[in-house]
């Protein structure tokens, strides 16, 4: 299996414009998540996804970011308008049946807003 | 009080010796309990799990449980450099109907020559 694919690696883009990130779970994963991780405030919870249906977006910062999941091997975060505070790694990971055999991540993207 | 914690670190270690990981959570039915490394600019990567109370040992990692303490800890026996990195508790909660992982901050190892 390749595991939990991200793209793009690396985004630098300047404020205001909008950033897409996306994600191929691990195929048969039935749950998706989207984190964040910054040095100040660590590894942060998003929004998470069971059988692509979005079940927990308390952790998406502002109406700014919004994500999707269209089917069981895709899923998308948004950020529009990117700010520079929003620099950061994004992780999507994803598991089977929740948390009980932990999750797998991605390789991130480090999103950089200049 | 934080839902997992660890102590930040740097945990600092010569070489050849043992590193003691701690990590404590607040949800007593908590089933799940995770280890992670995660090297500067790397994803997290998942080393060791333990769902009962006791030891679980994996080459030179040993996870330890203590659920009427809610504690559990991660060794690292024969410490080379090649294992400094940032090690991440994780631990199984549930919320809304859904069992997610809760993860600490995490405490950053230093194993030097």
């Known amino acids: 299996d390749a595991g939990v694919i991200q793209s793009p690696r690396h985004e630098v883009t300047e404020m205001g414009q909008e950033v897409t990130l996306r994600c191929k779970p691990i195929s048969g994963h039935d749950y998706l998540f989207w984190y964040r991780q910054t040095m100040m405030r660590g590894l942060e919870l998003l929004i998470y996804?069971?059988?692509?249906?979005?079940?927990?977006d308390s952790g998406m910062p502002e109406d700014r970011f919004s994500a999707k999941m269209p089917n069981a091997s895709f899923s998308t975060l948004k950020i529009q308008p990117s700010e520079p505070r929003d620099s950061a790694v994004y992780f999507c990971?994803?598991?089977?049946?929740?948390?009980?055999?932990?999750?797998?991540f991605g390789s991130g993207t480090r999103l950089t807003v200049v | 009080q934080k839902e997992v914690e660890q102590n930040s670190g740097p945990l600092s270690v010569p070489e050849g010796a043992i590193a003691s990981l701690n990590c404590t959570y607040s949800?007593?039915?908590?089933?799940?309990f995770f280890w992670y490394r995660q090297y500067s600019g790397k994803s997290p990567e998942l080393i060791m799990s333990?769902?009962?109370?006791g030891d679980k040992e994996d080459g030179r990692f040993t996870a330890q449980l203590n659920k009427a303490s809610q504690y559990v800890s991660l060794l690292i026996r024969d410490s080379q450099p090649s294992d400094s990195a940032t090690y991440l508790c994780a631990v199984s909660m549930f919320s809304g109907g859904y069992n997610k992982l809760i993860f600490g901050a995490g405490t950053r190892l230093a194993v030097h020559p």
């Open positions: 949800d007593r039915v908590s089933q799940s």
């Open positions: 990971a994803s598991s089977w049946t929740g948390a009980n055999y932990g999750y797998t």
């Open positions: 333990i769902y009962s109370n």
């Open positions: 996804f069971n059988n692509n249906v979005p079940i927990d």
